[in-house]
């Protein structure tokens, strides 16, 4: 500007009026409309400001008037004199949404400040105003700067909750966002181990089912009372694991050794009471299984015996029954 030298020079631009913009300040992007290579007519050059080289051509599906770009340069726009309106991803060219922003030719285009809004002006003398925020939002957090939110479109946004504007937007290349949470920057500083040793939380592994321990704590004492050597066995194991327990307890809160390897002692305990008691069950389970076996068995044989015998005593009795009273006697010829 100062010296007034010419530093680039586009001889073969034909861009229509706001057609021409600086992309990140590295590129220049051009609409051409008069360019053949596309069914429309059209085409979008795009001219590295630091090398001189050939543009990037792109042909759309028809001519574009209009583009601009959002200020972090991820998104371009463009307008058609159709009246539709396109907005492609920079990175990698991909055409994200193509929709009918107005009836007749598009004259303008801006993004807002933000640029969460894309605004567009027309020969209808409508002006019509698109939201940047494209698919579901997936996740909502707040922190000290304001609101974070999350969509399907791969984007973060911070709002400022007294405003509703986005302070920054981030993009997530690998893919939509679906949870979202906020740690203290604190939380992942490095403190000096004394420190770190009183502060820490103890977490453990989750169990996938009770512990025998656990469940004997509600059943009434009475149930052991009565029952086979094999079960009376069982109960003083479960008295002595409750005891053992105990004494975990007691010493856990100095974690000792001795406390690490009675813990490891009554998982063993633990673990071959539960293989008895399936050993017990198993054997149960078979008892019943004969059982019914032999009762379904003699239900089957039983009915058939019962009735021969009913017919046979039947047949009997009609036989050898004597004649009632009134009937006459057969004659015998001599």
């Not at 801006?110 to 939201?131: T, Y």
């Amino acid at each position: 500007m100062d010296t007034g030298q010419q530093i680039f020079h586009i001889p073969t631009s034909a861009s229509p009026p706001h057609g021409l913009l600086c992309l990140r300040n590295q590129f220049l992007v051009a609409s051409q409309i008069h360019k053949q290579g596309s069914c429309g007519g059209g085409a979008i050059f795009i001219w590295p400001l630091n090398k001189p080289q050939s543009p990037l051509r792109s042909y759309p599906m028809e001519s574009i008037g209009p583009v601009c770009c959002t200020k972090d340069g991820v998104y371009l726009a463009g307008g058609a004199p159709s009246g539709n309106a396109y907005l492609w991803e920079v990175t990698n060219g991909r055409l994200l949404k193509t929709w009918r922003a107005h009836h007749k030719s598009l004259n303008s285009m801006v993004f807002s400040d933000d640029d969460s809004l894309l605004i567009s002006g027309s020969d209808d003398g409508m002006i019509h105003v698109l939201s940047m925020i494209s698919g579901s939002i997936t996740a909502l957090a707040f922190c000290k700067l304001g609101l974070l939110s999350t969509s399907e479109d791969c984007t973060a946004c911070l709002w400022d909750v007294a405003t509703w504007a986005i302070i920054r937007r981030f993009h997530h290349k690998k893919g939509a966002i679906t949870n979202l949470v906020v740690i203290p920057q604190s939380s992942l500083l490095s403190v000096p181990n004394r420190q770190r040793i009183s502060n820490r939380s103890r977490v453990s592994l989750l169990d996938k089912y009770p512990q025998p321990a656990t469940l004997s704590e509600g059943m009434p004492a009475h149930l052991f009372t009565c029952c086979s050597p094999k079960d009376h066995h069982t109960s003083i194991d479960f008295q002595r694991t409750n005891s053992m327990n105990q004494q975990i307890l007691d010493l856990e809160q100095g974690w000792t050794p001795a406390a690490i390897q009675m813990k490891v002692e009554t998982s063993v305990e633990n673990r071959m009471w539960a293989t008895r008691m399936t050993k017990h069950v198993m054997e149960m389970n078979k008892h019943l299984q004969s059982r019914l076996l032999d009762l379904m068995q003699f239900r089957l044989l039983w009915p058939p015996e019962v009735d021969s015998r009913t017919t046979r005593k039947k047949k009997k009795l009609k036989v050898e029954s004597p004649p009632l009273q009134g009937e006459e006697q057969p004659l015998s010829q001599g």
